[in-house]
């Protein structure tokens, strides 16, 4: 039996769909981010990234990259197994007191990723809660679909957002079902941000339990950056918020926070968590230092709030298509799965930009996009020149432009 044939038709199938997805091969350089090598198939390059989800830079930042130097010189590298065979590492005690602390909640858990947090922590929540029926917002992300898939229980999904229709269903489902309301706070394709304070009525009111996924939102919303609950005043009204360490936090790792005894449950049944070695002491050391400095400081948020407003400003002046989005995501509409991977293509190759080109699947097809995320740390001469690079793509592909703004008499 030819088994290739069964994987070269696959390859062939995105193919023909253009969906077959390119990796640039990167090095960051630390301590000038968003600078980076790109190391093309013609040699290496200087490029500036415009697509990293590492938002506040912190992957660089002296503390936290001092931390995980410190750590695996003093401990070692690997944690050793998992926590039921080779208990906790005193570096991840440490972590989840002070992500139980950001989110004002008893206790928190700690996982290999943000995916594996939401896959097996919303299907261990849902098993334990006997007939439990999980009402989910059209737009969670795949992590959070796995999980429900995985819990096996009955779902429903709301309209994106629509309250109305989650209050609909929360009636449907009569006072005596348990029922648990799955969302993200901040959806990071389009920039927009659930009604958390509404869904937390809706929720008491009908008496549902609350999951919410703040991966997009925690460190760089909130006073502390404990996310959009934080800034919303809600994060007390929330039942489970879950969050990652990998992009604001510019390290590794997931995790749930809430009630000491739910926290206590999921540690005790999920096999996503019992199953897999844990993170190891340098990464957990590292996120800490990146959690505790965004605590106290507001110098990030704040200025990343100031070049995400800059941008979105910048190019819907030079006529681009920016699409309206809450917060510090820069959608750039394309439309077309071909047109846009051409852009990433020409941005890179001719301005030394990357950008990487958001298609279906994670984004619906006939809404292609480029997803632009400036950093604190991207400066207005970076942002003139993104604009002026994005000019020459968008006419070279024949894109539509807005009508400029007139100039004000
Ligand atoms: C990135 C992402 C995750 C997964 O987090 P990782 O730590 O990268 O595994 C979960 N939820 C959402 C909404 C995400 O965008």
Redesign the pocket.
């Known amino acids: 039996m030819d088994y290739s044939q069964f994987f070269n038709a696959a390859l062939n199938r995105l193919h023909d769909e253009r969906r077959y997805r390119v990796f640039a091969d990167l090095e960051r350089i630390a301590g000038r981010f968003p600078h980076a090598t790109w190391h093309s198939p013609k040699g290496s390059r200087n490029v500036v990234i415009w697509c990293s989800?590492d938002y506040l830079g912190m992957g660089q930042h002296p503390k936290v990259v001092g931390a995980m130097v410190e750590t695996a010189t003093r401990v070692g590298t690997g944690a050793g197994g998992t926590r039921n065979i080779a208990g906790t590492h005193h570096p991840l005690v440490a972590l989840e007191a002070e992500l139980a602390d950001l989110h004002g909640k008893q206790a928190s858990l700690l996982f290999t990723?943000?995916?594996?947090?939401?896959q097996t922590g919303i299907s261990t929540l849902a098993k334990l809660i006997p007939n439990c029926l999980i009402l989910s917002d059209a737009l969670?992300?795949n992590?959070?679909i796995e999980g429900v898939r995985q819990a096996g229980c009955e779902r429903q999904i709301f309209r994106h957002n629509d309250v109305a229709h989650l209050e609909e269903l929360l009636i449907a489902a009569g006072p005596d079902r348990p029922k648990l309301i799955i969302c993200?706070s901040l959806?990071?394709m389009d920039g927009d941000v659930a009604p958390l304070g509404k869904i937390c009525d809706l929720a008491e009111k009908y008496g549902a339990m609350t999951y919410v996924?703040e991966?997009?939102a925690v460190g760089m919303y909130g006073p502390r950056g404990g996310g959009i609950a934080e800034r919303d005043g809600v994060m007390h009204r929330i039942d489970i918020v879950?969050g990652?360490?990998?992009?604001a936090f510019g390290c590794?790792?997931?995790y749930i926070a809430g009630k000491a005894e739910v926290i206590d449950a999921v540690r005790s049944y999920a096999p996503g968590f019992i199953f897999t070695t844990a993170l190891p002491p340098a990464i957990c050391s590292a996120a800490t230092a990146a959690i505790r400095h965004l605590k106290t400081s507001s110098w990030e948020r704040e200025r990343h709030q100031d070049r995400a407003a800059r941008t979105k400003a910048i190019l819907t002046a030079a006529g681009l298509p920016v699409m309206s989005s809450d917060t510090h995501i820069v959608p750039l509409f394309v439309g077309d799965p071909e047109k846009c991977k051409r852009a990433s293509d020409l941005l890179l190759e001719d301005h030394g930009i990357y950008i990487q080109p958001i298609n279906y699947p994670t984004v619906a097809k006939g809404t292609e996009r480029l997803r632009i995320t400036p950093s604190p740390y991207h400066d207005d001469g970076l942002i003139d020149a993104l604009a002026e690079a994005l000019l020459q793509v968008w006419d070279r592909l024949g894109l539509p432009l807005h009508q400029k703004p007139l100039a004000a008499e």
């Open positions: 989800n990723s943000g995916y594996v947090s939401n969670n992300h992590s959070m993200e959806y990071s996924d991966v997009h879950e990652t360490l990998a992009k590794l790792g997931g």
